[in-house]
């Protein structure tokens, strides 16, 4: 990142500025680009919640999580700076009065501001409607809305409803944080920089896709969020169909916030629907038994802290996705996502299809396909799978699969890979949305969602048990095994 000339400095308010989200990602991003020199001179962060503290009460608490969750060393002079920008508001979001408080806050800043709404999306348009009775809206400010926007397609578009009645579609930043990610953002430029992939990008050259998104933790206390969500809402409706949208998506005319956002769309809209008359063939749902972690016992699901012992939501999803357009018919994208998996793990795979001929028999009987491996996290990179001639002098030609590395930390000298939250806030202080995004993907993601997640509950598709430590249920394998493939693991 280099420094940036702004032509307006903003006020930043978070509200819901002590709950995890800001605690863990929003403040420490905001100090690294405090470190970058990225934040206006003139600019100031507002935290809004309905706790009662002094200023110096706020700034130790922030201070606390800088420490906690900024992984490299603190420098105490740019700690100073941004600690300086620090002001607090008690504020009952709930309540338009209270709001007053805050335009005599704000009054002391600067007019242009980014309002980030860290808190339950059913409280949007409270806070709306708060800031619009103190007349804290106008044309330049811009709000931030965090995922998951609603728990279906009609409460999605309620909430959206109550929020651009006050805010317009080009103040609004729906964030997704994996459009934030270094591997992510890398997809564009691997596909449309390289004519290696842009001309081998296609139905013709690609056999199939796997993306999985792997978590080793269970639900961290988030008992009442998670049961209602599950995992089909709190990751493949938002963050796996984004990856498949960027996957899949034809060249943008441009790198436009418009431009990219359309091909996205396009991507979901051409989505195979999913419903009750195909719901076994193509999805997989699953929740997690007692099990082994790393060697040690951990809880199944229904054994948590505050479990709902009958509960039936799943905390792991395999669906075998397909694309209705000429770039992608026939080829099946599979989408893997789970908790209590054996580690950490986020990656896409291509498989480009077999050679038709093999000259090399006497060698390599049966010829592996290429693989495009994208690591999103860990050790974020990309590696292409490959044969190469084994060295020597021997007659016979001898050939193995290799492997052409490209690891972040090592190619770029172990240069510290950008938090996809410092992305996102740098973009939303730019007034920059193609990291965004628009409301018609969110209503075409809900639309497709919504039919897996009504298929199951009118078939009573109860989820399949899988032990934690494991990477799913039996019948995740019997999905991709159907198609003569495995999962990549």
Not at 195 to 211: A, E, G, K, P, Y
Not at 304 to 323: P, Q
Not at 403 to 430: G, I, Q, W
Request: proline share 4%; with cysteine.
């Amino acid at each position: 990142m280099s420094k940036l000339d702004y032509q307006v400095a903003s006020e930043i308010v978070i509200f819901g500025a002590l709950g995890d989200l800001s605690r863990r990602k929003l403040l420490p991003a905001l100090y690294q680009l405090e470190v970058c020199g990225l934040i206006n001179e003139d600019s100031r962060i507002v935290g809004a919640a309905r706790q009662e503290h002094t200023l110096e009460e706020f700034k130790a608490i922030v201070l606390e999580n800088i420490n906690n969750f900024v992984k490299e060393t603190i420098d105490k002079d740019v700690l100073a700076r941004f600690m300086n920008r620090m002001v607090y508001q008690q504020l009952d979001f709930k309540d338009s009065s209270s709001f007053e408080q805050l335009k005599e806050t704000l009054a002391q800043g600067n007019e242009t501001r980014v309002y980030y709404f860290s808190t339950p999306p059913a409280i949007y348009g409270d806070i709306c409607k708060g800031l619009d009775s103190a007349k804290l809206i106008c044309d330049a400010d811009r709000v931030v809305m965090e995922k998951p926007i609603g728990h279906s397609l009609e409460s999605s578009i309620e909430i959206n409803n109550q929020v651009s009645e006050f805010f317009k579609e080009n103040q609004t930043y729906r964030i997704d944080h994996y459009l934030g990610k270094e591997t992510v953002l890398n997809l564009l430029v691997l596909r449309f920089a390289n004519s290696l992939f842009t001309n081998n990008w296609d139905r013709n050259c690609i056999d199939h896709v796997q993306i999985t998104v792997a978590e080793s933790v269970g639900i961290e206390g988030r008992w009442g969020f998670y049961d209602e969500a599950g995992q089909m809402r709190d990751m493949v409706q938002n963050h796996l169909l984004q990856i498949l949208s960027l996957l899949a998506m034809e060249p943008p005319a441009d790198l436009s916030a418009d431009s990219v956002r359309a091909e996205k769309l396009k991507v979901v809209k051409a989505l195979q629907p999913i419903n009750r008359d195909n719901i076994k063939d193509k999805a997989v749902r699953g929740q997690y038994s007692d099990g082994f972690l790393n060697g040690v016992p951990v809880p199944g699901y229904l054994n948590e802290e505050g479990a709902n012992e009958n509960s039936n939501t799943e905390t792991f999803v395999a669906i075998k996705a397909e694309i209705d357009n000429w770039r992608w018919k026939g080829v099946p994208f599979y989408l893997r996502t789970g908790k209590r998996m054996p580690k950490k793990h986020s990656e896409i795979v291509v498989h480009f299809k077999q050679q038709p001929h093999n000259i090399f028999k006497d060698s390599y009987s049966d010829l592996p396909s290429n693989k495009l491996t994208i690591r999103l996290q860990p050790d974020e990179g990309v590696e292409l799978q490959m044969m190469n001639k084994i060295p020597g002098i021997a007659s016979q030609m001898n050939i193995q699969e290799n492997k052409l590395d490209l690891s972040f930390s090592k190619t770029y000298n172990d240069e510290r890979v950008v938090d996809a939250y410092e992305r996102l806030m740098l973009e939303v202080l730019n007034g920059n949305q193609s990291l965004f995004v628009s409301r018609d993907e969110v209503e075409a993601a809900w639309i497709w969602a919504d039919s897996i997640i009504d298929a199951w509950q009118t078939t009573n598709e109860t989820p399949k048990p899988y032990p934690a430590g494991s990477w799913g249920p039996v019948s995740s394998i019997s999905l991709i095994a159907r198609d003569d493939r495995q999962w990549v693991e």
